[in-house]
């Protein structure tokens, strides 16, 4: 197991890759913290905070995705 371990992380794409998504999973729990810790003063509800998060999430995941399609034109 641990020779299995070590020939992934000499394998230079897959520390990238690993640090790519690892990158984007953190900005996107953080986002979600900040934006609870920022909200809540204002009386928001944490469903309506939720809706926020999701709403940004998607809208972010389409503009990528449209992005992506003008890119390869």
């Known amino acids: 197991m641990w020779y299995d371990t070590k020939v992934l992380f000499a394998n230079r794409n897959f520390v990238l890759v690993l640090l790519s998504f690892s990158l984007v ?5 953080t986002f979600g913290f900040v934006l ?7 009386n928001y509800t944490p469903t309506a905070i939720a809706l926020i ?5 998607l809208s972010g995941t389409i503009a990528a995705v449209l992005t992506g399609r003008f890119l390869d034109k």
């Open 36 to 42: 609870n810790n920022l909200l809540e003063p204002f």
């Open 53 to 57: 998060a999701m709403i940004t999430v």
């Open 25 to 29: 999973y953190a900005i996107y729990g």
